[in-house]
């Protein structure tokens, strides 16, 4: 498929001219395998790295099928996109709007922590396409403003963790609410054999196209840990930041409060920084996000909120100042990076309480991470309970690792896409009950 063209795959000539305007010839490989399955109907779990095009690998079927269907009368749902976080459906809306600005179609994106007010308004003018948070659609579809009746093609983007983090019953009622003759697509960068099968609950005899092992982080990043005591973290992440090559950094932390701490610290210490996490409000977050992309922001500090919803271009570094506890929380933080064909670099900052986590990385992605400096010092600490950020227990523990430890922890998250300051729920609620998102 090495010479295939986005004209070859026999889309609409007005998704063609969009397509052109953004430079957009040869499809990548999730695409050039997905696309001509789609446009027959398929249902489909599609699987590949972060970066590599699933936006438009299911956007540009659908819009396609959308296009050659006459609509009579006022316009209502036929495509639902359901995503995880506000960013993620934010993102969507934007690429869809470039994928159909040649299209008479209409969309709206529908999330929580900003008011019904103008969400409301655009439902009631009528749309083809809905992109929504579960919580908020379900607030819409129970006071009456829309109904899911019409749905074609129902598309759950970062399906695992919409199945992994207290969405699950939110997207059996959503599901119950639209018509059982449906395309569904279920896409991510990861997929647990557990998910995948409880995805089988909201498909018809799906296609499988995976076009890299799962959780292998791109190529194209280089990938290091330095082994730091917990208490100089901030330190020696300020030593870091003295190399100018790493002009724009996403760095991640495990709380909203620690992410507050490391931001205000880099400020007092003249280095230009933005936190983004659930306790912000979203007109707060967008900004950062904008600033950030501007490159007026140097260093953008996130919960894991941003892990999968932010699409930033130019982004050099992802510092991990505290190691996930999920260890496919890493492939898709890193992915932030080397987006687009460019390069990027990964650096781990991994304490005593944290080397379970990296363990469990290691063996999730099939390497161990380059150590820069000295390699680790002195026995293995439990990791830090959840009120110290995050808690969980690392998993692939080797002989001498970190001590299980049997914690309680939330299935859901807050208005931020959930999973911040908790590790993942008991087995017993792992699908919880929870709403993450409203």
């Known amino acids: 498929m090495t010479d295939m063209t986005f004209k070859a795959l026999g889309l609409a000539e007005p998704i063609l001219r969009a397509l052109k305007k953004r430079a957009y010839e040869t499809p990548t490989p999730i695409q050039a395998q997905a696309i001509p399955a789609l446009m027959e109907g398929r249902d489909m779990i599609g699987i590949a790295q972060t970066g590599t095009g699933k936006t438009a690998a299911f956007s540009l079927p659908i819009l396609h099928a959308l296009a050659a269907e006459e609509v009579k009368g006022r316009r209502k749902p036929r495509a639902l996109i359901l995503a995880p976080t506000r960013e ?9 709007a470039g994928y159909a600005a040649h299209l008479k179609l209409f969309h709206t994106v529908v999330f929580g922590g900003v008011g019904h007010g103008n969400q409301i308004k655009a439902l009631s003018r009528g749309v083809d396409i809905v992109i929504a ?11 009456g403003h829309m109904n899911l009746r019409g749905v074609e093609h129902l598309v759950m983007d970062e399906a695992d963790r919409m199945l992994d983090m207290g969405f699950v019953n939110d997207v059996r009622k959503i599901c119950a609410e639209t018509p059982r003759e449906r395309q569904t697509l279920l896409f991510s960068a990861t997929m647990e054999p557990e998910i995948a099968k409880l995805a089988q609950d909201f498909l018809n005899d799906p296609i499988r196209v995976e076009v890299a092992p799962q959780s292998t982080p791109i190529d194209r990043i280089k990938q290091t840990v330095r082994h730091v005591d917990g208490a100089s973290k901030t330190s020696g992440l300020l030593v870091l930041l003295e190399d100018r090559d790493m002009e724009k950094v996403i760095l991640f932390t495990r709380t909203k409060h620690r992410a507050d701490r490391v931001a205000r610290e880099l400020d007092r210490a003249g280095i230009v920084a933005d936190a983004i996490h659930g306790g912000k409000a979203q007109n707060a977050r967008q900004r950062a996000i904008k600033r ?13 909120i941003a892990a999968r919803g932010i699409d930033i271009g130019g982004v050099t570094h992802v510092v991990n100042y505290d190691l996930p506890n999920e260890p496919e929380s890493y492939v898709h933080r ?3 990076t080397a987006r687009a064909g460019a390069t990027g670099e990964a650096i781990a ?14 063996k999730l992605i099939r390497m161990e991470l380059e150590i820069v400096g000295e390699g680790p010092k002195g026995p293995d600490l439990p990791p830090p309970a959840r009120g110290g950020g995050g808690g969980g227990r690392p998993g692939g523990q080797r002989r001498g690792g970190a001590p299980k430890q049997k914690q309680q922890r939330r299935a859901g998250g807050n208005g931020g896409g959930g999973g911040e300051g908790q590790g993942k ?3 017993k609620r792992r699908y919880g009950q929870k709403r993450a998102e409203g």
Do not use: N, W
């Open 88 to 96: 993620l459906a934010i993102q969507i809306g934007e690429e869809m």
């Open 133 to 143: 948070t579960p919580g908020r659609l379900l607030d819409h579809i129970k006071a």
């Open 292 to 304: 950030f992309g501007s490159g007026s922001v140097r260093v953008l500090v996130a919960t894991d």
């Open 334 to 336: 890193i992915g932030r």
């Open 349 to 362: 900052l991994c304490d005593a309480t944290e080397r379970g986590y990296l363990r469990s990385i290691e």
């Open 425 to 427: 729920p008991r087995r």
